[in-house]
DNA sequence: TTGTAAGCGTTATCAC
DNA sequence: GTGATAACGCTTACAA
């Protein structure tokens, strides 16, 4: 009737007490146990057990000044996309023995800034960001505070920024340039909504870009932009294909909006990819598991966060670090098709 | 040149100096702003302003003994359902002036001990459980360290515990009964990985007890257990259909085994539900909307997370809040069939 | 190897 | 309304 009872929470003094030293040693035995005798050691743990000691991180964080925490503030967890990189954040800074505090902002960079505040306010060792474009006062706070931090998903072109991330116009180049290839003139889009979300911009710009060389464009009717989820890609299916001559090839801003946009052709009768080529961004490994023919730009989002995670990991321990890295996306070409013969 | 290049973080004291008063009324303007004259208030604003103030969330967390935090201990958030529940977290906690603390342990019980303590020493003021059963350490330290929490996703049938959730047996009952009423009696089910998972185990359960009642069960060959992966479901129909007869309707423990078993019908030529009736639970919104005829149980995994939050938000306001709620499932038919006529 | 004691930046309790 | 000042629980020189 004592370790299984205790009532109210005891503190590095009671532990010393106990364990006959000084909290000083105490201290010391917890977090650089090879600084005291194996004895006294065992005699700090044995205390620490029985009295069910576990240390106020807020005091800890006081006289320390670090929190061994990390702050990833993410466009939206509603995505599994980011979910996924999150989730790897936080394996791997687990493993290291640091926290991870989330945060999200709904593509809202106002909502950005004050999260961000908010993480530098509960001391967050480093932060992690998503994208190059911020708020100007989010750069302000991270700099009065010194806080370590990397920017991931996108590549900084100015070179100020140490970032890990994708190139997502080269992505959607390469995606535009593989339709081309395949004979394809008749090209649509559906986008994400690409106010506050680069990535999506940069996703349009690459393909408009491919298309450009080639004298060709996502002409009137050809291009809409729709919030990420399945009715978005069915109506931006819809409202695309009102459009004559009807596109042969149409890229979609995400997985979730090219599921939408092929439950939508389904719905119509049309095949994919036989009267109509449909390709995308992020995973669709599901749609793809379903539905063959589904080319996609697949992204190695859980290498990301553990990326991410190491870079500050590394930083924060002093040793040396990569400032920029980018991680290499890959075409997954399945069964993409040539445009129909014309009628 | 002077605000926007401040080198060193400002602390209150500081701020203090600049407004011309003293540490104790910077505190009180920054936290509660109608106990200072509004003159002062303004000054003190102005200050904070110029020098970028950000409080020290570890100092005041010492002092004030709460820290704003509100940390959750889930399986993976590499499970689109677990994301969504955890966003609405987020979210409701964020709009009440609370940030939150991720943890998650990949469904393992010492894991999940040793982050619920990680949280703690955070000085978390409020902890969000997931399912009922938990290392007995994890109720000591919460018990010890008096945090108020509330496990979700499942019901307390002790009514020990403020609890906010589903009752899964239940649900996967009236799954089983959907299809018996459709005349079927030929079951088989992926499961997932009921190792430290009681969802996964009620799911099981409740199906069991359905077919039962009608004096049927899962025979040998007609139960795998895979993980939560598109493969998994693969996998697990591959097999499934090795046994003769073959089942009419199979159950997957999830949309996203569900999914893979769907490939894998369509793989053989199978078609669904016409050869084969597939249900499952958790959303499927995705491949309902591929293919139709999956009927499913859907868990309004987001009002879980608000209604988590604000059981919380509440308590620790001080105001009455519900000890327990149940969240009503909902079975969505989608055109489910009968079983083939037997050839 | 261990102990002493001075902070760490707030909040909160008093007086004024 | 506002100002001193003592906590808050821990870490970390510096001494011993």
Redesign the pocket.
């Known amino acids: 009737m004592k370790s299984s009872s205790q009532h109210k929470a005891a ?3 009671d532990v ?1 007490r106990l364990a ?12 650089r146990p ?4 194996p ?3 065992a005699r700090i743990r044995q205390a620490v057990q029985e009295l069910g ?1 576990v ?2 991180g ?3 964080a ?5 929190t061994r925490t990390i702050g990833a503030v993410i466009p939206t967890l509603d995505n599994a996309i980011f979910a996924n990189t999150t989730h790897a954040l936080q394996k791997t800074l687990d493993d290291a023995g640091y926290t991870l505090l989330v945060a999200s902002h709904e593509f809202d960079a106002e909502v950005e800034a004050r999260v961000t505040q908010a993480l530098i306010e509960r001391g967050v060792d480093g932060l992690v960001l998503l994208g190059t474009s911020h708020h100007p006062s989010v750069f302000r706070m991270i700099h009065t505070h010194q806080v370590p931090y990397v920017l991931t998903w996108a590549l900084d072109a100015s070179g100020r920024h140490p970032c890990i991330g994708f190139d997502s116009r080269a992505a959607a180049i390469r995606m535009a340039r593989h339709l081309l290839e395949l004979g394809h003139h008749e090209f649509a889009m559906v986008s994400g909504i690409m106010a506050g979300n680069e990535r999506a911009r940069d996703r349009v710009e690459g393909v408009r870009e491919a298309l450009a060389a080639h004298g060709l464009r996502l002409g009137p009717g050809r291009f809409v932009e729709k919030p990420y989820t399945l009715s978005g890609g069915r109506e931006g299916m819809r409202e695309l294909l009102e459009a004559a001559p009807r596109p042969t090839a149409v890229i979609c801003g995400n997985d979730v909006l090219a599921i939408g946009a092929l439950a939508e052709c389904h719905a119509l009768g049309l095949a994919v990819p036989g009267d109509l080529s449909l390709t995308g961004f992020d995973d669709m490994e599901i749609a793809a598991a379903i539905t063959p023919g589904l080319t996609t730009v697949h992204f190695p989002t859980a290498e990301l966060g553990a990326y991410a995670a190491q870079h500050l990991i590394a930083r924060l321990a002093g040793e040396p670090f990569e400032p920029c890295v980018e991680l290499p996306v890959e075409l997954v070409v399945r069964g993409s098709s040539a445009p129909p013969p014309k009628s």
């Open positions: 503190k590095l003094a010393a006959r030293v000084s909290t000083a040693t105490v201290s010391r035995a917890l977090t090879d600084k005291v005798k004895a006294t050691a000691y240390a106020h807020a005091a800890r006081l006289a320390s000044r670090r």
